[in-house]
RNA sequence: GCCUCGGUAGCUCAGUCGGUAGAGCAAGGGACUGAAAAUCCCUGUGUCCGCAGUUCGAUUCUGCGCUGAGGCA
């Protein structure tokens, strides 16, 4: 099987992938696969540092702007549909860039994990949650322990939600424990933006405070205006989950600022772990103020080297 | 000027009836196979303000000094 061709830049939040994405395409014909988990989401565009109407009409994006802030998105969705774009994008002649900092949906796509058939069943978990409400995490964690005991070895009791996952594989027949992934169908050449966190954190706390001027607390008065529930899904996200807490007067508008940088930071500190499992990744150095013009030169660099080794 | 109460981990503080100390938060590290910007786990050595005295031994007691808050003139 010939290998379908795939250029990734990921990185930490704030190391700025989306201007490199697109300039890399400008220069390649290419096209942008977003592989961020909140920017599938229409009217969530400050807090999610979405690129502007401009950038998404200069280069062709996908995978952004394709649900509602109500609807639900997850790493097989996402695994789908974009291995559906990559062959169509190929077939085309053009080059698919995916470009996003979601460590799993791209880990996921790129090594081929082959998820349980499983499906998510609304009510068993309402029924598992209550369980562990009511008897316990060991509790439930000692059922699953008689359904899939290495799953309940690899997990801890208190990580409810992955515990619940596995009883309802479990119980439609399958072991996640048993869950392998499978030979890669891409030839993927994976760029990851690097920046020391001296620089990194002061980098993401002045692009708080420019999110709040563009207006993250007015976003999301909107959308609850909308109608989106203050649970769903995409409104734990960062920036959105502080300004609600703000808005029951958990604390004033100065913590809740502070509150939602912090948040950014442990973020990208949980994105570099990701990364440092991905011995793949081909690292570019991000200096401040960044320069990307450098930085896709780079790549470019290291596509013609690979091209010729063919 | 006098009196009182403080000065202990990045921050807020606890504690040691004298045997060199511990919580919360912050921070760091890690896990991750259908919520992943989610969820979860692990990690606490610091001139105990400084100097001198008492003592086998002082962060702990005493004296002096520095410094912060409050009170009285």
């Known amino acids: 099987m010939r290998r379908l061709k795939v250029i990734v830049i990921l990185g930490p939040t704030a190391t700025g992938k989306s201007d490199c994405g697109i300039m890399l395409a400008q220069k390649l014909g290419g096209e942008i696969i977003s592989?961020?988990?909140?920017?599938v989401y229409k009217h969530m565009d400050i807090a999610?540092?979405?690129?502007?109407a401009r950038e998404l009409s200069e280069i062709k994006h996908h995978l952004i702007n394709i649900l509602e802030p109500?609807?639900?998105f997850n790493v097989v969705d996402f695994k789908e549909r974009a291995a559906l774009l990559i062959q169509d994008i190929n077939a085309r002649g053009h080059v698919p860039i995916i470009v996003g900092g979601t460590g799993l949906y791209i880990k996921a796509l790129l090594e081929n994990y082959d998820f349980a058939q499983a499906q998510a069943v609304g009510n068993l978990r309402v029924a598992l949650e209550n369980y562990a409400i009511r008897e316990g995490n060991q509790a439930l964690h000692k059922r699953l322990a008689k359904l899939d005991a290495n799953a309940a070895k690899n997990l801890h009791s208190n990580d409810r939600r992955r515990v619940i996952r596995a009883i309802e594989v479990a119980m439609q027949g399958e072991e996640v424990s048993q869950t392998h992934a499978k030979e890669s169908p891409y030839d993927a050449i994976v760029f990851g933006l690097?920046?020391?966190r001296e620089i990194l954190y002061p980098r993401i706390n002045k692009r708080v405070?420019?999110?709040v001027e563009a207006g993250i607390f007015e976003e999301t008065k909107k959308l609850l205006a909308m109608g989106v529930p203050e649970d769903a899904q995409a409104m734990k996200s960062i920036g959105y989950r502080q300004v609600l807490e703000y808005l029951h007067d958990e604390y004033d508008k100065n913590t809740c600022i502070s509150k939602i940088k912090q948040a950014t930071r442990n973020f990208a500190k949980r994105q570099f772990t990701w990364y440092k499992k991905m011995s793949y990744i081909h690292w570019i150095e991000v200096a401040e103020p960044s320069v990307p013009e450098i930085y896709v030169a780079e790549m470019l660099r290291v596509l013609e080297q690979k091209r010729k080794l063919r």
């Not at 592989?35 to 920017?39: E, P, Q, V, Y």
């Open 35 to 39: 592989g961020d988990s909140m920017l």
């Open 48 to 52: 999610t540092a979405k690129p502007n």
């Open 70 to 72: 109500s609807e639900k």
């Open 194 to 196: 690097h920046m020391p």
């Open 209 to 211: 405070d420019k999110m």
